[in-house]
């Protein structure tokens, strides 16, 4: 355990033996449901830092957190082949993890691809599902919020020092995120690059982007309303950021009619995917989280 940064670093192999990574936080933390954290596309268990302290340090309720690096992103082993960055693959290493961990049941917090995964637990593993945190995801995705993403991808900056790395990331979401603070921006860029040998880089393998480039957005998505429905007897929090692009407020609503209970946050001034650890949604996490226990 670090006591400075508050987590320790898990390792544990994947099905087939690549070397995956998570962080622990409130390992001690046993009296109530842990809580997983499941990034998105191209992101890493940094995104959950705060978010991870508030729930294992200073939430009325401390909990223990675990917050996972996919593989190919973060301290997790690069894969060889491509071809196995797919969400399938992904729930797989999670439950693996989870195994590992000797972790049954928890509450799941998935942001954008990590609501995907949650999806598919879903429908290997409902028994492990105890409450669960959507952060700006669903079982329909809006073409235009994966066409932004593709872009994004393909055209990504390259800084060459860390404030070029702020600048840029505000340059290409700042409409979208007009709300954040500086040190809003100042912590996503720490949580998205890494310093290398060959200077500052995404912190994650490039091979990723090509499963994104090779989606045909002409073509219709397919929804996942059937695995949305494993999910009906769960207590669900849906957050969606007012602007985004990749969940509608039109299937928000929908989701509200296959899950009656469902709980929903609009987060103003955000985008896709909202931050977690901004303004009170750490704290509505939390209630949340308590109340589904109870």
């Known amino acids: ?38 990034p998105g596309l191209t992101r890493n268990a940094r995104d959950f830092h705060q978010l991870a302290l508030y729930l294992s340090t200073r939430s009325p309720v401390a909990r223990k957190v675990v917050a996972f ?20 693959v992904e729930a797989g290493d999670i439950l693996a993890g989870l195994a590992a961990l000797g972790i049954e049941e928890a509450a799941f917090i998935g942001t954008s691809r990590g609501g995907l995964i949650i999806h598919v637990l879903g429908a290997l593993r409902p028994a492990a599902l105890k409450a669960i945190v959507l952060n700006d995801i669903g079982p329909v995705i809006e073409p235009a919020g994966l066409a932004h993403i593709q872009t994004y991808l393909e055209r990504a900056p390259k800084p060459k020092t860390f404030a070029e790395a702020v600048d840029a990331q505000r340059g290409v979401h700042g409409k979208d995120f007009p709300v954040l603070t500086d040190v809003d921006w100042t912590r996503m860029v720490s949580a998205l690059y890494r310093d290398t040998d060959q200077g500052l880089l995404p912190d994650f393998d490039p091979k990723l982007v090509d499963t994104v480039a090779n989606l045909d ?10 695995q949305f429905d494993t999910l009906a007897a769960i207590p669900l929090l849906t957050i969606r950021g007012a602007n985004s692009r990749l969940l509608s ?26 931050f977690l650890e901004t303004g009170s949604l750490p704290g509505d996490i939390a209630t949340f989280l308590d109340r589904a226990e109870r």
């Open 217 to 226: 957005l002409s073509q219709p998505l397919p929804a996942l309303w059937p």
């Open 249 to 274: 407020a039109d299937t928000m609503r929908q989701m509200r009619e296959h899950h009656p209970m469902m709980e929903t946050i609009t987060v103003d001034g955000q985008g896709h995917a909202p």
């Open 69 to 88: 690096d996919y593989r190919g992103r973060g301290q997790s082993a690069h894969d060889p082949d491509v071809s196995r960055y797919n969400v399938g």
């Open 1 to 38: 355990m670090s006591s400075i940064e508050g987590f320790s670093d898990f390792f544990h192999a994947a099905p087939d033996g690549l070397r995956l990574h998570a962080r622990v936080y409130g390992e001690a933390n046993s009296e109530h449901w842990p809580v997983v954290c499941l």
